[in-house]
């Protein structure tokens, strides 16, 4: 808790649903994690005592989904990005003797909540536009079943881009912000005015936007480390927390 900061770059705290979290905020150097021959960056403590990393650099780039026709493309666990970050922890995680360090279980958010403005929609479920949204930890399910995504890998979401330091349709520097334009795992919308699914990214400048599933963009995997984890080192990029 003496760690803890109310303002400026961090360690925040926030009580949620669930319990308490502690999150990074700003351009903070000591949240660094070495980690299945992989550099990270420790996103939060999750509200259980779990690490949630995020990898510092993108692992492929990749389309969130080939069609945009139906606000149905917009949801993580309707696409096919879903399907490569799982490939992707299969080979450098599970393959490798990883996976006994990670946690399972209801990690991840799909939840539809805000849009880019009006001329976007979201199905059945109730969202708002982004000059009126307030981030939240928490998730619920959403109008249109959406929700909570359980599992061992996943994508950030946009509340976490946003408490971490991030604006939207604003550039920041937050330690999120790592010189490539990488997708999120929370939808952005139907736009209908060209009838077209959108999910919300981080542009290369620290940008946060939607943009359309058909486009190609960067991945960046994201995970929770078990809560009994043996760590070694300060958790600067000089000396990030070795995991044993």
Do not use: H
Not at 65 to 90: D, F, G, L, Q, R
Request: hydrophobic residues 30%.
């Amino acid at each position: 808790n003496s760690n803890i900061v109310t303002t400026g770059d961090g360690l925040y705290s926030k009580t949620t649903n669930t319990g308490t979290t502690y999150y990074f905020k700003g351009a903070v150097e000591n949240n660094y994690v070495k980690f299945a021959d992989t550099i990270w960056r420790i996103v939060r403590v999750n509200e259980d005592g779990t690490i949630r990393l995020i990898t510092q650099d993108s692992v492929a780039s990749q389309k969130f989904n080939s069609t945009s026709t139906t606000y149905n493309e917009m949801y993580y666990t309707n696409s096919e990005i879903k399907t490569a970050v799982e490939n992707w922890y299969k080979t450098n995680i599970t393959d490798k003797g990883f996976d006994g360090k990670v946690a399972s279980g209801n990690y991840f958010c799909e939840q539809a909540k805000v849009v880019y403005n009006t001329d976007f929609t979201a199905g059945s479920a109730t969202v708002v536009t982004e000059d009126n949204y307030t981030p939240s930890f928490d998730c619920t399910t959403d109008g249109n079943g959406k929700g909570v995504v359980s599992g061992k890998v996943g994508l950030i979401t946009v509340d976490e881009v946003l408490f971490a330091g991030g604006v939207m349709a604003s550039s920041s520097n937050f330690y999120l912000k790592n010189g490539s334009i990488y997708w999120m795992m929370s939808p952005a919308g139907f736009r209908t005015s060209n009838d077209v699914a959108n999910a919300w990214y981080v542009d290369d400048d620290g940008y946060t936007n939607g943009t359309s599933v058909d486009n190609i963009l960067d991945v960046r995997p994201v995970l929770s480390l078990s809560a009994d984890t043996l760590v070694s080192g300060s958790g600067t990029n000089s000396d990030p927390y070795i995991v044993k």
